[in-house]
Nanobody, 128 residues
């Protein structure tokens, strides 16, 4: 059974930092990009960041550029999201996902994204 398991969410004061992790089990996502979406209450899911298998291609949402950094360790089948200078508007459930077409879907305005591979989500709450 293929699973993506996120960890690292929590409650943090504005200006603080968190690191999210997403570890895959059941298969190796060779050739797949991995990344993060987030969804706040009463809002649509939005892309945050993604990284290609090699790490050479990245996607960053404008709202997190300069504050969030994505990385991956293919030997550990894990992708990370380092979040700094967190703001209350970053409050959301963060979901990990994997797909060969992830970066393309995040980059193209209006593009839909579907994947069989999603984590259960981890809550990030930033208070002021």
């Amino acid at each position: 059974q293929v699973q993506l398991v996120e960890s690292g969410g929590g409650l943090v004061q504005a200006g603080g930092s968190l690191r999210l992790s997403c570890t895959a089990s059941g298969r190796t996502f060779s050739g797949h990009s991995m990344g993060w979406f987030r969804q706040a209450p009463a809002t649509e899911r939005e892309p945050v960041e993604a990284i290609s298998w090699s790490g050479s291609n990245l996607y960053y949402a404008d709202s997190v550029k300069g504050r969030f950094t994505i990385s991956r360790d293919n030997a550990k089948n894990t992708v990370y999201l380092r979040m700094s200078s967190l703001q209350p508007e970053d409050t959301a459930v963060y979901y990990c996902t994997a797909s060969p077409g992830l970066i393309a879907a995040m980059t193209m305005p209006g593009a839909s994204y579907e994947s069989d591979y999603w984590g259960q989500g981890t809550q990030v709450t930033v208070y002021s």
